[in-house]
Structures are given as C-alpha cells and as structure tokens.
C-alpha cells in the first residue's frame, strides 16, 4: 500500500457517508494534497487542485445553483471533456442533493433531447463548442423544445455573460452551504448515468451517494490505493471508468489524478513517462493502441504497479504484450456495470496471466455473487446462467422508468446483470456471453463472445464482433464482423478452419463480414446493436 490511508476509519461511515461528506473528510484531513491536475496548452502552464480547493469551487457551484433557485432532487445535466471544472461541477450539485445527469460531449441532436427529457434536467452545463459543432446553436434549440430546461450555462467565458460558467465559478459561498449537505442521505440519488446502448436504446442508471461509494470503496481497498498512488484521468467521466473507478476511488485513496481532457495513446505514453504514473487503466482498445505506438517502446513503466483492463474479456495474447509492457505491475481485469456504479468483481492480486485472460475476477469488497437459471433458480458451481449482483453497489434502478426497473432485480433486490457466466469453486467468474446476445444456431446455444475470442487469435485479425441473424434452416446463425490487421488480408478459408480445430461444430460460424472498422460507444465497446445497420460490406457464407 502506498503511504496508506486509514481504510478502516472510513469503512465505519460507509453506511452513513455521502459525496458531500467524504470531500469534506479528504478537505480536512488532507487539506493541501494535491488531487487533480490537468495540463492547459492553450494556458502554457499546469493547473493544480487540492482537496481543500475542490471542497471551495464546490461549495461555490452549489451556492450558485441554490441561488438560482434549484433543490435537492433537481436534475442537472453536464457535458464535457474531462476537466478540474467538470469534477467541480459534479460535487457542487450532488452533494446538495441535487442529480447530476452526465452526458458525453459527442451527443448530438437526437440523443440529447431523449436524455434530457427522460432525466427531467432543468438545466445544462456545456462547452458552446466541441470539434468544431456549434454546441450553443443546439442547446439553445433545446431550451426551446424542452418545457423542463429553463437554462445552459457554457463552460466558455467568451459565450454571453449570461450564460457563463463564471456564473457558478466565482459565486460567493452560500452561509448555509453546510445544512444544505448535511440534509443529504446516503441513499439519495446523485448520478443519473446513462447506459451505453449497445443494445438498445440508453437507460438511465439512478446511483445513490451510497452506490457510488461503496464501489469506489471496494476497489481501492483491492488494490491498497493510498496518498503516494497517481493515476491517469482519461476514461471519461460520464462514464463510471471516469466517474467511479477514477473519481471516487483516487477520492477514497486521497491520491491524485492527472487528467487527460480526452484519451490519445501518445497522451497516456507521455503521461505514464513523465507523472511517472503508479497505476494505469483502460479498456482493450486502449491497451492496443498504446502497444502499437512506437514510442512506447522507449519509455520506463517500472513505476506502474498494476495494470486495469475493462470493458470487455481481455485476449490472451493482449494479457502477455500487457504484462511484458509493464513487467513491475500485476495486471487485473475489472467488471462493472452502470448498474453496479462502477466495479464489483476484479482480478485478485495473486491470479495468473492465464486466469487474468480467461476469467473476470472475484467478488470485491461485501458484494456477493449468484449464477442463477431462467427460473431464477441457482444453478451452482460450473454451469452457465445469469450472472446477479448484491450489495451496496446496486443502483436504485432506472430514472423514471418503472418497467425496466422492475425487470433489472428480482424480488430479493438482486441485480439480473444479463451476463451469462460460470462461477468456479474458488469463486472466479468466467464469462460466457449476454444472455441477449445468445442466439440459438441448430438448437444449440450459441455465445457470440467465445467464439469471438477464438477468432481473435487468427494471426491477421485485429477485431472481431458477433451476432445472430435469421436463418430459414437453422433458425439462426452467426454472423461475425471482422477487421483485418493493417496491412493484412483474411483468408477466409484458412479462419475457418481455424476456428474448427477450436470450436464445437454448432459453434461455428456460418457467414463473415470483411469490414474497415466497427462502431463503438463512446467508452470504447463494440456496438453491435447497429452493426447490420451501418456497415454494408458483402455478407460471405461459409455453409
């Protein structure tokens, strides 16, 4: 553990412990600890924050939003890159009771007017511009359209004097800012977090003071997080990668953050080189990316200590380039949802590369685990069925959406993760497949995910998505979407038989697609809800 924090001091208030509070403990008990700091280009220069200074421009977010007239229980909707501002915007809303509704700056039209009208947000803060979209044209069409938004504020001084962040920013601090934070409870909402949508259309995932922390609590007790620990601030915050497993957790730990406005494999190089960073995560995609860099190869990683991989299985052959990249750390793979606030199951400290690469991890902190079959009933170790979470970290359910909320727990408050997965006898999870993306090819069921992980160690493959599809003999068949490492041709042929050396006969796949690329969500996972939709290349049939 680096230079420790006293764990157990906190894990007494887990139960009572709200945003509010725990800024208010790391303020006091280390005041002048640097938490964040963030490089300006444009500024020629480094901006620098600590606890005690957060806790001030929080206090004067919440004071300004007071004053305009807004209360515990209102929705406030945030976009932007990450940023000192942005964190400050996130505690100076949730820890007066308000929700913070966390948007991606890419949303567009469409996908900002549903979440802003579904999370009910009365007011939103942006930037007026974001890669050269004119922001401010489309918020203010919104407010327009919108009976609920009564305001925008821009995240840019230059936009018009009413409507700028030096509204919140240089608000005198409210005398009564302390009764407002302490009316708060932990079981309030604070994050309404939309879900990725690679299945359909977003939910709002509702978490609570208690959610959030409890996630954040379990994971940096798992990994020891402490004041002599950095990290990189580049997953993004509207996400729980950004917002619990970097936030909240480095929070717990009382360690800094170095903050990336948006990830680029030569930002994080440089970063990891220079901060000399003691922890470094991301999501495969990443990993990749950073790997093929060729400036990686020059710089010295033997300050990290362990190596995070999210978001999705992580491939053996990625797990081995991982560990002799970073040959000091011990690498770990990480499992959340929105609907856990963040990470529930993680690699332990002792697993192997093989177990890294073929399981997700173990329960962390008090969350217990269930694999349960469609009848809800237990199916024990070894066999497949629907990965459940219980614990603190599960969210209350979806914002104003009684039907989904219903379906996501069962009558016991435990989570149904829509995971298919086996749990082992010492307790690792090894996933199978989403249950919605199963589909049923001869009567057999069919897990897209391991066959794509077979596929994926094909040597001229660099990424590989699958889905079922309709099929008049079968009922339904896979469909997988490859894209070629570059510089490289598929040779179908030789992939299938490949993948029949590897896969039970019913498993394997029935058509291919060659593609350029594939879509992904903004945090980095495949879309595979649209990828009929927008890529067109020729469907190859094998059989």
């Known amino acids: 553990m680096q230079e420790s924090v006293s764990f157990e001091s906190i894990r007494g208030q887990l139960g009572s412990l709200t945003l509010g509070g725990l800024l208010r403990d790391r303020a006091i008990n280390f005041r002048d600890a640097t938490y964040l700091d963030q490089l300006h280009p444009t500024r020629n220069g480094k901006e620098v924050c600590t606890f005690s200074q957060l806790k001030h421009r929080a206090d004067q977010i919440s004071s300004a939003l007071i004053d305009r007239g807004y ?9 932007g890159v990450n940023s000192i501002d942005w964190v400050a915007v996130f505690l100076g809303v949730t820890q007066v009771g308000m929700v913070l509704v966390t948007l991606n700056v890419r949303y567009r039209r469409e996908e900002l007017s549903y979440m802003l ?27 327009q359209e919108l009976p609920l938004l009564d305001d925008v504020i821009f995240f840019d001084d230059e936009v018009d004097v009413g409507h700028s962040f030096s509204l919140l920013r240089d608000s005198f601090v409210n005398e009564s800012i302390d009764e407002w934070i302490e009316g708060v409870k932990p ?3 604070a994050v309404i977090l939309f879900t990725s949508g690679t299945t359909g259309r977003p939910k709002g995932a509702t978490i609570t003071h208690r959610s959030i ?15 002599g620990d950095s990290m990189a601030g580049h997953m993004p915050f509207n996400h729980v990668g950004g917002l619990t497993c970097t936030l909240i957790t480095s929070m717990i730990g009382a360690s800094r953050i170095h903050l990336m406005e948006t990830f680029s494999p030569k930002g994080a190089i440089e970063m990891i080189s220079t901060e000399r960073l003691t922890s470094f995560s991301g999501v495969p995609t990443m990993f990749n990316l950073i790997l093929a860099d060729p400036s990686f190869a020059s710089i010295d990683t033997s300050c990290v200590r362990y190596v995070v991989v999210g978001g999705s299985n992580v491939d053996p052959t990625l797990a081995s380039e991982i560990a002799a990249a970073f040959p000091k750390a011990t690498i770990h793979n990480l499992y959340g949802l929105s609907e856990t606030s963040g990470a529930c199951i993680i690699s332990p400290l002792g697993d192997s590369l093989a177990l890294v690469s073929t399981t997700l991890g173990s329960a962390i902190g008090d969350f217990r685990l269930k694999v ?19 614990g603190d970290c599960v969210v209350l359910g979806y914002w104003k959406d009684s039907l989904n909320t219903a379906s996501m727990k069962d009558s016991e408050g435990w989570l149904r993760t829509g995971d298919i997965v086996q749990i082992t006898f010492d307790g690792h999870v090894v996933l199978r497949g989403r249950k919605k993306e199963m589909f049923i090819q ?24 699958g889905i079922g599809v309709a099929d008049s003999i079968l009922g339904e068949v896979g469909r997988y979407y490859i894209v070629p490492k570059h510089g490289s041709n598929i040779d179908l042929f030789g992939l299938a038989q490949f993948a029949k050396e590897r896969l039970a006969s019913y498993k394997l796949p029935v058509e291919y697609v060659i593609a350029e690329s594939l879509p992904f969500t903004p945090v980095g996972k495949i879309q595979k809800s649209i990828l009929k939709d927008v890529i067109t290349a020729p469907v190859i049939r094998t059989k």
């Open 187 to 189: 079981l309030d909402p």
């Open 372 to 390: 349960v079959d469609d009848a809800g009933l237990d199916v024990g170790i070894d066999s497949d069925g629907e990965l459940c979470v219980s």
């Open 442 to 465: 001869g009567g057999f069921n069919v897990y897209p995910v391991e066959v794509e992980n077979v596929l994926a160690k094909y040597p001229d493959v660099a990424l590989v998505a």
């Open 117 to 143: 009208e579904t999370s009910q947000a009365r007011i939103a803060i942006t930037p007026a511009t974001n890669q050269g979209f004119n922001l401010a044209e489309l918020y203010g069409e919104l407010l």
């Open 213 to 227: 922390i409890a996630s954040a609590w379990a994971q940096a007790e798992h990994f020891g997080i402490g004041s």
């Open 71 to 79: 209360r515990a229980g209102d929705s406030i909707a945030i976009a």
